[in-house]
């Protein structure tokens, strides 16, 4: 049950990038460094393995839980057992699929701002009467876990984490892990872990996804450029959630789409995309990195993914204000901190899964701009108090 | 909120079916009346058209409310008004939604059994704390008002109507349609229109589906043959409900696919697959009634659809162990009754889009099938009170 008055529009992000992509389509050369979408195009191999599975009848009803051979490719990958994974249309269908199962009235999910603002608004759809936690990151984007401990009680049933990170690029290290993970037995709750960005990590780690505790969901969207595809994937090893899971799946959703599964299933097989991919955002960290320290501008370097979150506490703009001249003056079109958290309305977010073109020249406009910025708020601070004096 | 016990395997109809179709596959010549999808594949023009529109870019996020050149068209066929369209991953998805918008606590919702399955279990999904009460249709399948207007009150909030109905194959007829309007209007309910098989109805009628109570939803896979695609939309005059359903669409699934539907709305501009198909279904239709009259043995012709609801009271036996022995028998897979209503146990239904030569086999080894076990069960009557004489 929701309620007609509690819905608000909330998709700045959504609409802000498309006007951006439409301003590019008339030629006003935008670029984007909005939505969480790469830039290219699908890979050809993905895209005729799409149109053979097709040809070859996969235009059926399939199982709730998915088709096993994307199923085992899924397991190989990360050594989980087949059985224990369910296909669904997308990352976010997933953790709300999850959601509804786990919530219960008054069970209390701890999340991390700033986030992915779906999150909350999933929360609410899945069971209006959970409570969520919001808990800010530090500064350096990193838990503090003497102040997490604090939140945890009793009704604890779920902490919701996202690595790499959405909007921060930040990627949750292995000792952190464990304590969460620690604690998680601990108190009994559930670690839900939204790994869409999980190929996307530059150097690679080892989690445990196997414990009991740990929910694991993705997504294919980021790494193959199908975002509009709606393919994603969850893993539990708890077989009650599975079947709760493939119950809902099978009512909700009846499957996910059988062809894209089957040429998905294909394409695993035999895929070098990612790790160049991979590569070539890496390569843009060292970039930004360079230019940033150079214009001695701080910058959290993003260790995974393709989005880095940037303070632009100097320019004394908020980050909406920020966003929108940078648009209007350089036609660079970035995401407001603030859409990821109240708190954080002195950042913003940039994708950078762009072409080196775009990425050159958007940097260096959002440089320019943000110097001037600072500057302008350098000097207005020095006017003030000298007008101040005068009246 | 759901609660783990709850969830109960209630799959018959797909793993029945899936079985059968596994043992096709074996080359064990399975006749499948059993899954509700037609036999063909999409149509070549419609395969080329999803080719053309991955290569053509729409594979990135869309709006959530869906393309507007597919909203478009959908507009244009039944005089709707595109702002008042949202494209759904098919047709559950589009009820789910709607039913979660819609069902607050202790609200009742009206559906007619027989009904396609899952229903109950997507009210319990959408609010466990939302009633529904079942009410059972006519033995020719037609709604009792008089009946019906004994279970509607104030808490009544929506009554489910699926038309071609699944498993009967009947249509509301316009009077039917008008008399269920005015109960709406007079006692501030909602209608529900399940439409999927809407494009199948053999001899047209003319409703109002822009009636304010009236919501409608439906979806491409069963005209098309792509019943694993997953796409549908729904339709509501009410912007409020169109406002909600954007919000869950956005925030639980993105968007739907959104190369199918570029694809799909292309097609829909020049498409005379459709009227084949149903041409060709209501020609089985007159087979059907003339077989089973040859044999004397009753049946509801069907209107629309591709389903027919058999009887089976005469053969003695249980919707499932008809199926069942049926399947064993002479290989031919049917689905039980049993599973549409614990009342329509005495029915079997069969789905008739399946090709020529499987349809003629198929119906000539149910009537044999039919035939034996009514001349079983009327010797055992026989047998029966002699052997109570005796002893």
Redesign the interface.
């Known amino acids: 049950?929701?309620k007609?008055s509690n819905?608000k529009p909330?998709?700045f992000s959504?609409e802000f990038s498309?006007l951006a992509r439409e301003k590019n389509q008339n030629n006003d050369k935008i670029i984007s460094f909005g939505?969480g979408?790469p830039y290219f195009?699908?890979p050809d191999k993905l895209?005729k393995l799409?149109?053979k599975a097709?040809?070859n009848?996969?235009?059926?009803?399939?199982?709730?839980q998915g088709l096993l051979s994307l199923r085992q490719q899924i397991a190989k990958k990360y050594s989980f057992l087949e059985e224990n994974i369910v296909i669904t249309?997308?990352a976010?269908?997933a953790l709300?699929i999850l959601l509804?199962?786990l919530?219960?009235?008054k069970d209390e999910i701890i999340f991390f701002e700033p986030c992915f603002p779906?999150y909350r608004?999933?929360i609410h759809?899945?069971?209006p009467?959970a409570k969520f936690i919001r808990f800010n990151l530090t500064k350096n984007f990193s838990i503090n876990f003497s102040n997490l401990k604090k939140k945890i009680n009793k009704k604890t049933k779920i902490i919701l984490i996202n690595s790499p990170h959405n909007p921060t690029g930040q990627v949750i290290n292995e000792a952190d892990f464990e304590d969460l993970l620690k604690l998680a037995k601990k108190h009994k709750f559930y670690i839900i872990i939204d790994g869409v960005y999980n190929d996307l990590i530059y150097k690679p780690y080892n989690y445990n996804y196997l414990d009991k505790n740990i929910i694991y969901f993705s997504s294919f969207s980021k790494v193959y450029?199908?975002?509009?595809?709606?393919i994603g994937y969850l893993h539990s090893t708890n077989q009650?959630i599975i079947?709760?899971c493939k119950?809902?799946q099978?009512?909700?959703?009846?499957?996910?789409?059988?062809?894209?599964q089957k040429a998905i299933s294909d394409y695993l097989k035999n895929d070098d995309f990612k790790i160049k991919f991979r590569s070539k955002l890496q390569k843009k960290t060292f970039l930004l990195e360079k230019i940033f320290k150079k214009n001695q501008i701080q910058i959290n370097i993003p260790m995974g993914g393709f989005f880095a979150f940037i303070c632009i506490k100097e320019t004394n703009l908020m980050s909406d204000d920020f966003a929108f001249l940078l648009l209007k003056k350089y036609d660079v079109a970035v995401t407001p901190g603030v859409l990821f958290g109240k708190k954080w309305d002195n950042y913003v977010r940039i994708c950078f899964a762009v072409n080196n073109k775009d990425f050159n020249q958007g940097i260096n406009k959002f440089i320019q701009f943000y110097n001037e910025k600072k500057t302008q708020a350098i000097n207005s601070k020095r006017i003030k108090p000298l007008s101040n004096k005068i009246s």
């Open positions: 049950m929701i007609f819905i909330d998709n959504l498309s939505l979408e195009k699908p895209v799409v149109n097709i040809n009848g996969f235009n059926r009803y399939c199982h709730p249309a997308g976010k269908p709300s509804k199962i919530l219960h009235d779906s608004h999933q759809l899945a069971n009467k450029g199908i975002t509009g595809w709606r009650q079947n709760a119950y809902i099978m009512h909700v959703n009846t499957n996910t789409n059988t062809f894209l």
